[in-house]
């Protein structure tokens, strides 16, 4: 039976000396996010981020719009909160609705305040080598869970199933660093078995059930990165838990994995930024 990798136990600990941090700071981090439309997933997704933060001790702004306000009104909220000086952190929730450029939206976002890591210049610092502000908040929360539970990355063999600039291309870059030898497959990937079988470790974030036990060799490294809802309404993640992880050496759960990591990240981000 594989070790579950406890993300709940990880964030736990994180926010702990998180907060003894946060108490010793005379000027608290303020994180701004915006939700644009209503999307549960993303209205769950921020009720939580704010309702973490406040308990750490963070301020945190909400700012909603309806789905239909327009890209300039956007850009305009974006460049107030860019010259707010209380403001040490922006996160604009994705997915936007489809007439907004998430692209031209992300990149307003001042580098020192994008809590995401996700504008240009904190994305390209990540892919030439250097140092970013900070690392995109789930790739983050994968490497610390790995690192948690000194599982070694030099040399191994890892593949990424999905290339979202949010997972896929990131975690990617960061296990590269890590001097990993990296395998993306995506959507188009052929034979795509025969390519994780050859994983010690996999990272799937596709958002669909797309990894089975026969795809994977015995003794690897399972995370999960998807997060839905399956046909019967159940939370499921982009692995068949029930039959990986009694092969597998270790396996992320969904829930309970990869999601509290992310999370945990985000406010590591918010404390780093309010730093810098
Ligand atoms: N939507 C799903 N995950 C994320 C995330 O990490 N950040 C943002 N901004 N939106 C998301």
Known sequence: MATILDGKKLRDKIFE???????????????????????????????????????LGI??????????????ELLNKIKELNSN?????????LPLPAHINKNKIIDAILPQKD????????????????????YPCTPKGILLL?????????GKNI???????????????????????????????????EITKTADIIVSAVGKKVIGEKMLKSNCVVIDVGIFRDENGKISGDVDFESVSKTAAYISPVPGGVGPM??????LNTVELAGK
Do not use: W
Not at 25 to 53: D, F, W
């Open 159 to 193: 593949v990424v199933v999905g290339r979202s600039n949010l997972v896929g291309k990131p975690v990617a870059q960061m296990l590269l660093k890590r001097n990993a030898t990296v395998t993306m497959c995506h959507s188009h990937t052929k034979n795509l078995p």
């Open 262 to 267: 992310t999370i945990a990240s985000l406010m």
């Open 146 to 154: 790995l690192d948690e539970y000194n599982i070694e990355l030099e």
């Open 85 to 93: 000086e209380k403001v040490t952190a922006i996160l604009v929730q």
């Open 59 to 72: 301020n945190s702004l909400s700012i909603e719009y309806p789905s239909d306000v327009s890209e300039e």
């Open 17 to 55: 000396s998180l907060k003894a941090k946060l108490d010793k700071m005379p000027q608290k981090p303020t994180l701004a996010v915006i939700l644009v439309g209503e999307n549960p997933a993303s209205q769950i997704y921020v009720r939580n981020k704010k309702k973490t933060a406040e308990k």
């Open 115 to 134: 809590v995401d890591g996700l504008t240009p210049y904190n994305l390209g610092k990540l892919f030439s080598g250097e140092e970013p502000y900070v």
